[in-house]
């Protein structure tokens, strides 16, 4: 059985485009993501939510979202259970683990966009840093996985 983490934010929604337009609307606020509703209005990335989907049809893999909290808004939390609930179904928010360090966890993949900061680097599995070169969107990712 592949384990197999996936990381929220600019993996599955896109979150950097949402603080861009946060700050051109109102550049006075610092933390566009402490707004109330911020996180669970997130759209998701291209291909996110199929291949997901895929993965999680996969009887031979199992798929958890791995994402941080947002230390600025302690709704993050919440917001981040709906989103994925409104996306992938009740079922999916079993498999929602909420942790700052993401290298606390045990499995093969963590498809985070991130290298380091959050804990990644101490991840013990195979770190997948999606929107780089070699992993510039999740068709790339789907490639690369062992299924």
């Known amino acids: ?5 996936i990381d929220m934010d600019d993996v599955l929604c896109d979150y ?8 051109q609307k109102n550049p006075d606020n610092a933390f566009p993501q402490s707004v109330p509703g911020f996180f669970r209005s997130l759209e998701p990335m291209d291909g996110a939510l199929a291949a997901v989907e895929l993965l999680r049809k996969n ?9 941080a909290p947002s230390t600025k808004n302690p709704l993050s939390y919440t ?4 989103w994925v609930e409104d996306k992938f179904g009740y079922e999916m928010t079993h498999n929602l ?9 045990k499995g093969d993949i963590l ?3 991130h290298a380091s900061g959050r804990g990644q680097e101490f991840f013990e599995g195979k770190l997948i840093q999606f929107g780089n070169e070699e992993y510039p969107n999740w068709e790339a990712v789907l ?4 299924i």
């Open 1 to 5: 059985m592949l384990t197999v983490f």
């Open 16 to 23: 950097s485009s949402k603080i861009k337009v946060h700050k």
């Open 59 to 67: 009887t031979n893999v199992e798929v958890y979202i791995l994402t």
């Open 79 to 82: 917001e981040k259970r709906l």
């Open 97 to 105: 683990i909420i942790c700052s360090h993401k290298g606390l966890l």
């Open 111 to 113: 498809i985070d966009d």
């Open 143 to 146: 490639m690369s996985l062992p």
